[in-house]
């Protein structure tokens, strides 16, 4: 079956609540989509949200490369040939994992739905589901505390806490969370690169006895070595974010001894599902947990990430909360959220359709 017709638009998005990291304040996302339909009329849904701050892309690039004279041409080619188009748009638009990511899923979930089979049975489902986190980003601890138990009353189970502008206040406010909510709810920390190693000592001292699961990328990306100096108990719950981007940077994480214990793949770092299952793949022969997260983003690009990461056996993490964030959704299926457990739902492809 060919490729009748490929199109791409932009939508900027406020959402439900500002949040602040480390390094900035975000109170909106721009999130791209890209609809490849067929000659039958059956359609496939991709989505991107790039994070220029790490990958160097933005949302304005990524469709101007999705409303290219290139991507016209996939016009008339076959279905079937998903890959080797990939691979052409890859070759194409080299450091683009925005670009790939929306392409690459538009034409899983065609394929899969011509073919009537969902994106995860490409792979082999290795896991039927899994509780995801919900972020609390950078504010005080009085609104730090009301969130969590918004958060708990809703059925999540696990916070992951945004930190790394003061570690003094960052130390405090997870003593009064985990003295509040550590018998309820697992705790997680995402430092977005904020802290320097004394830093993070300083707040890995001080909070040793609290029941922190994983804490995301402490240091700046550009300084895993300084990790070596942790003892490896800590580096076990150490997850590269920013760290991780793509495959060769993955590489480089997983050769002996390990700085992080575990890897966040995010679908648009990596460059969409099969970029992601190839860095999954690396991380298992090294014995790497996988952490999926993601942006603020369309239930599109969440959905797509749900399919793959539950075709990982070393997948132990979701923060698959970006759908969550964001204050309009156009589309609609994709998964379920029960008490906080992301499931996967539909019969073919992602499951996902625009709103009526």
């Known amino acids: 079956m060919k490729i009748h017709s490929v199109s791409a638009f932009l939508e900027r998005i406020p959402l439900d609540q500002p949040y602040a990291i480390a390094y900035q304040s975000i109170v909106d996302t721009e999130i791209i989509y890209f609809i490849v339909t067929l000659d039958n009329g059956i359609q496939g849904f991709g989505a991107s949200n790039p994070f220029p701050e790490v990958i160097g892309e933005t949302p304005a690039l990524t469709l101007q490369n999705l409303q290219s004279d290139f991507i016209q041409q996939l016009v008339g080619k076959n279905i079937d040939d998903y890959p080797q188009i990939i691979a052409q748009c890859q070759q194409q638009f080299p450091h683009m994992p ?130 070596l100096h942790l003892p490896e108990s800590v580096r076990k719950k150490l997850v590269a974010d920013e760290s991780l981007t793509d495959y060769e940077s993955a590489v480089a994480l997983a050769k002996q001894p390990l700085s992080y214990g575990v890897f ?6 990596a460059g969409g599902i099969f970029a992601a299952h190839k860095i999954a793949g690396l991380a298992a022969q090294q014995n790497i947990d996988l952490f999926w997260g993601c942006n603020d983003e369309s239930l599109i690009s969440i959905t797509a990430a749900l399919h793959i990461a539950y075709a990982c056996p070393n997948t132990r993490y979701l923060d698959l909360d970006g759908s969550l964030e964001v204050a309009e959704q156009l589309v609609t299926g994709g998964f379920e959220l029960i008490n906080g457990e992301m499931v996967i739902t539909g019969n073919s492809g992602l499951g996902v359709r625009f709103k009526d």
Request: glycine share 6%; net charge neutral.
């Open 98 to 227: 925005g670009t790939i990511a929306a392409i690459d899923i538009a034409l899983l979930d065609a394929y899969c739905n011509f073919y009537n089979k969902r994106v995860v049975d490409i792979f082999g489902q290795q896991i039927t589901s899994l509780p995801t986190s919900i972020t609390i980003g950078i504010k005080e601890t009085k609104a730090m505390l009301e969130d969590a138990e918004k958060y708990y009353a809703k059925g999540f189970r696990i916070l992951k806490i945004k930190t790394g502008i003061s570690v003094e206040e960052d130390i405090s406010r997870l003593h009064y969370l985990t003295e509040g909510f550590g018998q309820r709810m697992k705790i997680r920390v995402d430092a977005n690169s904020g802290y320097d190693l004394q830093q993070l000592e300083q707040f890995l001292s001080a909070t040793e006895k609290l029941p922190i699961e994983l804490i995301e990328q402490p240091l700046p990306a550009n300084n895993n070595a300084a990790l």
């Open 264 to 269: 966040n793949i995010k679908l648009m770092k």
